[in-house]
């Protein structure tokens, strides 16, 4: 069985935000610090604010490191302040 999340871990020098030169090593530190949500995301490490490509994995990336630590109310208030700053909407 193939644990999809490990390349997170193991490709942490793996740019995921060109612009901002952001890495996987980058966003895992920011979601140690306690980052939770997309706008915290995007305000601390300037993701997908510049031409927006990496928004998709950036997002896929913190979904799948704070899955369950974050509160239904944290959850909803990081939607909603995404959707008020005109946020990429999450990916498929």
Known sequence: MIDNRSHYYFNSDMIICVCKRVSCRDLNAAIDKGVRSWAELRSELGVATTC???A???????????????????????QLISAAIGAVRECA
């Open 52 to 54: 927006g490509r990496c």
């Open 56 to 78: 998709c994995e950036a997002r896929r990336h913190l979904r799948e490191r704070t899955q369950g630590s974050a509160s239904p109310a944290e959850t909803m208030a990081g």
